[in-house]
């Protein structure tokens, strides 16, 4: 399974954007989904997760309540709506696919599939 990140960018302080991974196997919509992120000097982090089917997410704490993660099985894609960004979310974004359709798991060794990155910058 390849997945391809896209939609980071430049915002101010208090933008927004959504960001999308889309996943070239059908087989993606049976798959936990998530958004890690790194930024400069620091190690990669989770960022949020969500189930096959969209009923359970998780989410770290800093970005409770302004991102959103969500997935359209359809189109084989999961985004990650980021809104109110402040500059410490600047960061590389990477989205990452498990097999294990149901687990919600914040360590990137639970991920079989990873994305390139997209890097999203906030502008103080």
């Known amino acids: 399974v390849q997945l391809q990140a896209s939609g980071g960018g430049l915002v101010q302080t208090g933008g927004s954007l959504r960001l999308s991974c889309a996943a070239s196997a059908r087989i993606f919509s049976s798959y936990a989904a998530s958004w890690f992120r790194q930024a400069p000097g620091k190690e990669r982090e989770f960022v949020a997760v969500?189930?096959?089917?969209?009923?359970?997410?998780k989410y770290e704490n800093s970005v409770r309540g302004r991102f959103t993660i969500s997935r359209d099985n359809a189109k084989n894609t999961v985004y990650l709506q980021m809104n109110r960004l402040k500059p410490e979310d600047t960061a590389v974004y990477y989205c990452?696919?498990?097999?294990?359709?149901?687990?919600?798991?914040?360590?990137?060794?639970?991920?079989?599939?990873w994305g390139q990155g997209t890097e999203v910058t906030v502008s103080s």
């Open positions: 990452a696919a498990g097999t294990k359709g149901y687990l919600l798991s914040v360590d990137a060794q639970g991920y079989n599939y």
């Open positions: 969500i189930t096959w089917d969209g009923s359970s997410t």
